[in-house]
């Protein structure tokens, strides 16, 4: 069974950092894809950044230079790595892989962001 867990949420001013973490069991990051989305209030859910198993990152434009997706294959843990925050951030942020064709979601975290 996939579980993945989520940390590293807050509440920051405008400008500050947050590292978010997501830890995997069940699944391994190395082989798979990993993916960071984020659900503002009335909003849909929107796909933020991705690392391939391949090493291959992308990210929505709007936080490119921003944010930055990593993993740490020792943990078995990815990192999404957020600077110059902006109170649009605001949102809870979600872990996603899939498995055999199957998407598993972490709890999601809250990231607030204020101005």
């Known amino acids: 069974q996939v579980q993945l867990v989520e940390s590293g949420g807050g509440l920051v001013q405008a400008g500050g950092s947050l590292r978010l973490s997501c830890t995997a069991s069940?699944?391994?990051?190395?082989?798979?894809?990993a993916n960071w989305y984020r659900q503002a209030p009335g909003k849909q859910r929107e796909l933020v950044a991705t690392?391939?198993?391949?090493?291959?990152?992308n990210y929505v434009d709007s936080v490119k230079g921003r944010f930055t997706i990593s993993r740490d294959n020792a943990k078995n843990t990815v990192y999404l790595q957020m600077n110059s925050l902006k109170p649009e951030d605001t949102a809870v942020y979600y872990c996603?892989?899939?498995?055999?064709?199957?998407?598993?979601w972490g709890q999601g975290t809250q990231v607030t962001v204020s101005s």
């Open positions: 690392i391939t198993s391949g090493g291959s990152l």
């Open positions: 996603n892989v899939y498995k055999l064709g199957t998407p598993y």
């Open positions: 069940g699944i391994i990051f190395l082989i798979n894809t």
